[in-house]
């Protein structure tokens, strides 16, 4: 059975109600490097009951950079739809191998 080599990188992104500034940290050396980012949609609902939190997401992306596969695994469910929604839109360039992401959303009021 083959067996593939994973590499592991942790994301960091910060985002606030007004604005849409958000820092994005990519731990790791084998880590895909992302080219294209999009900012999550504070919902709506969150944001009238000033709802923060941090959303943690693991995504799996391909060797040729293409998002595979994403799981939550901590978070406010209405605030982690919104990730995944933005992390669905997110570009990698290609890697030697398949990785895994984690990624981290922290939503707060600005």
Same mark, same amino acid.
């Given at each position: 059975?083959?067996?593939?080599?994973?590499?592991?990188?942790?994301?960091?992104?910060?985002?606030?109600?007004?604005?849409?500034?958000?820092?994005?940290?990519?731990? %790791?050396?084998?880590? &895909?490097?992302? $080219?294209?980012?999009?900012? /999550? +949609?504070?919902?709506?609902? #969150?944001?009238?009951?000033?709802?923060?939190?941090?959303?943690?997401?693991?995504?799996?992306?391909?060797?040729? %950079?293409?998002?595979? &596969?994403?799981? $939550?695994?901590?978070?406010? /469910? +209405?605030?982690?739809?919104? #990730?995944?929604?933005?992390?669905?839109?997110?570009?990698?360039?290609?890697?030697?191998?398949?990785?895994?992401?984690?990624?981290?959303?922290?939503?707060?009021?600005?």
């Amino acid at each position: 059975m083959r067996q593939l080599a994973v590499a592991t990188a942790v994301v960091f992104v910060s985002l606030g109600f007004c604005n849409t500034a958000w820092k994005a940290q990519t731990v %790791g050396d084998h880590a &895909h490097k992302i $080219v294209y980012k999009v900012d /999550p +949609l504070y919902p709506v609902l #969150a944001r009238r009951m000033s709802m923060q939190g941090t959303v943690r997401l693991e995504a799996v992306v391909t060797a040729n %950079g293409k998002l595979k &596969h994403v799981e $939550v695994l901590g978070g406010s /469910p +209405l605030l982690a739809k919104a #990730a995944l929604d933005a992390l669905g839109k997110w570009k990698w360039e290609p890697s030697t191998q398949e990785t895994r992401e984690l990624v981290l959303f922290n939503f707060h009021p600005n």
